[in-house]
């Protein structure tokens, strides 16, 4: 049981920041200039706020592949709170 305990709260001290996060859990970590949209997005996320974001960056600097990262913190997140969404 106190694996499981220290398990969770290590995990949940990495998924306290997405950048942090997509660093170990990824396979790339975010780029500094996707790290303030992404934490955007995972902030309204959490707060269930529901706000419309969006991304201005020039071609190819990864606007598409920051929303999966930021999708993937918030689904490992309530999967550990024990969502059931």
């Known amino acids: 049981m106190r ?3 220290e398990w969770r ?3 949940r001290s990495l998924l306290s920041d997405v950048e942090r996060f997509t660093a170990v859990a990824g396979t790339r970590p975010l780029r500094p200039y996707q790290v303030e949209a992404a934490r955007a997005v995972v902030e309204s ?3 269930g706020r ?3 974001i969006s991304v201005m960056m020039a071609r190819q600097m990864g606007k598409t592949s ?4 930021s999708n993937s913190t918030c689904s490992t ?3 550990v709170r024990g969502d059931r969404s």
């Open 3 to 5: 694996g499981t305990t």
């Open 9 to 11: 709260a290590g995990v």
């Open 45 to 47: 996320v959490r707060a």
């Open 50 to 52: 529901g706000d419309v």
């Open 66 to 69: 920051c929303r999966p990262r």
């Open 77 to 79: 997140s309530s999967r």
